[in-house]
Nanobody, 116 residues
Framework: QVQMVESGGGLVQAGGSLRLSCGVS????????MGWFRQAPGKERDVVAA????????SYADSVKGRFTISRDNAKNTVYLQMDSLKPEDTAVYYC?????????WGRGTQVTVSS
C-alpha cells in the first residue's frame, strides 16, 4: 500500500516562506512522476507543481510560477515544495501524490495558512 505523509505546513505572514516535505512509503518514487496539489476551503483540489521521474522536467500552475519550487530526492523517497513570497491566496491544505501513474490514496495533507 502506497502512503504519502506530508509535513512542513504552518502559519506564516504574507511574503514569508515554507518548505513542505512528502515522504512516500510502499513504492519507490523513482518510478513515479510526482506532484503537489492544494485544496482551499470550498474549492476543488488542483495541482500546483509537478516533477518528472528524473527531476529534470518541472511544471507549475501560473498562480505559483516564480514563487514555488518542486524538487525530489529519490534516494530518500521524498518530494519537496519550497514556497517563497507566500500570499494569502496560497492558504490551503497541501498534498503530494503520483501524477503518473494515477494518484494513489490521498494522505492527510499539511495545512498552510498565510496571513495578510
Amino acid at each position: 500500500q502506497v502512503q504519502m505523509v506530508e509535513s512542513g505546513g504552518g502559519l506564516v505572514q504574507a511574503g514569508g516562506s515554507l518548505r513542505l516535505s512528502c515522504g512516500v512509503s510502499g513504492r519507490t518514487i523513482s518510478s513515479l512522476a510526482m506532484g503537489w496539489f492544494r485544496q482551499a476551503p470550498g474549492k476543488e483540489r488542483d495541482v500546483v507543481a509537478a516533477i518528472s521521474r528524473s527531476g529534470i522536467s518541472k511544471s507549475y500552475a501560473d498562480s505559483v510560477k516564480g514563487r514555488f519550487t518542486i524538487s525530489r530526492d529519490n534516494a530518500k523517497n521524498t518530494v519537496y515544495l519550497q514556497m517563497d513570497s507566500l500570499k494569502p491566496e496560497d492558504t490551503a491544505v497541501y498534498y503530494c501524490n503520483s501524477r503518473d501513474p494515477s494518484p494513489f490514496s490521498w494522505g492527510r495533507g499539511t495545512q498552510v495558512t498565510v496571513s495578510s
